[in-house]
């Protein structure tokens, strides 16, 4: 889906640095969810929000923090990247219902890596 | 702790055979299973879900099996075709949370 775009989509920095990865979507969707993919090692939860004012950490959420900006917008930051952070890195959303729940709509992904 | 278990993590098919891949999750409350196909360097993409309250479900070459009582899902393609060769991930949503936790995929290979 091009409604659900990350930016960058790739990008190589150093060890230290404060990184900003953004995500942004056009389905008006409540939830959204940053995770994180390393071969082996499936799609990890790091945090998700299910409105602007309701964020959860995930399995991983260590070293990372996010801004719900706007119901479309959800950042992640590495506040002191660090190598082991490297890794493909998606943005998801879904819809709500109170009787169930909805699939998720995964972006394209940025590729991070860290030196 | 959540958990879902995913086997085999590869598998390897000649054009036309079945392919099965199955998971395991733990905890008894999840009630939303889906399948998601990720093809080299792409974003995954829904292919089927279940709920809770069936115990199979069918799109065309894509099946879907659920037994809640020993909590697991399996997904069956039949007749693959060079075109299914990607990695394959089951998910299983944990009530408490009401998140998705995926297993660790499956990279299914179709041989012409």
């Known amino acids: 889906d091009a409604d659900v775009t990350q930016t960058p989509r790739n990008r190589i920095t150093k060890t230290g640095k404060r990184i900003m990865l953004e995500c942004s979507q056009t389905?008006?969707?409540?939830?959204m969810y940053w995770y994180r993919q390393d071969p082996g090692l499936g799609l990890r939860l790091i945090y998700y929000?299910?409105?602007?004012?309701?964020?959860n950490k995930g399995e991983i959420s260590d070293g990372y923090s996010v801004s719900r900006q706007a119901q479309a917008k959800f950042s992640l930051s590495l506040e002191s990247a660090i190598p082991n952070q490297t890794a493909l890195y998606f943005c998801?959303?879904?819809?709500?219902?109170?009787?169930?729940?909805?699939?998720?709509?995964f972006g394209d992904g940025t590729r991070l890596s860290i030196l | 702790g959540e958990n879902v278990e995913q086997h085999p993590s590869t598998l390897s098919v000649q054009e036309g055979d079945s392919a099965v891949i199955k998971c395991t999750y733990s905890?008894?409350?999840?009630?939303?299973f889906p399948w998601y196909k990720q093809e080299l360097g792409k974003r995954p993409q829904l292919i089927i879900d279940?709920?809770?309250?069936?115990g199979e479900k069918k799109d065309q070459r894509i099946a879907v099996t659920l037994n809640k009582t020993a909590k697991h899902f399996s997904l069956h393609i039949t007749e693959t075709q060079p075109e299914d060769s990607a990695v394959y991930f089951c998910?299983?949503?944990?009530?408490?949370?009401?998140?998705?936790?995926f297993g660790t995929g499956t990279r299914l290979q179709v041989f012409p």
């Open positions: 998801a959303t879904s819809d709500w219902n109170s009787a169930a729940l909805q699939p998720q709509h």
């Open positions: 389905k008006g969707h409540d939830r």
């Open positions: 929000s299910f409105d602007v004012k309701d964020i």
């Open positions: 905890d008894s409350a999840s009630n939303y």
């Open positions: 279940i709920r809770s309250n069936v």
């Open positions: 998910a299983a949503s944990f009530l408490n949370t009401d998140k998705l936790i």
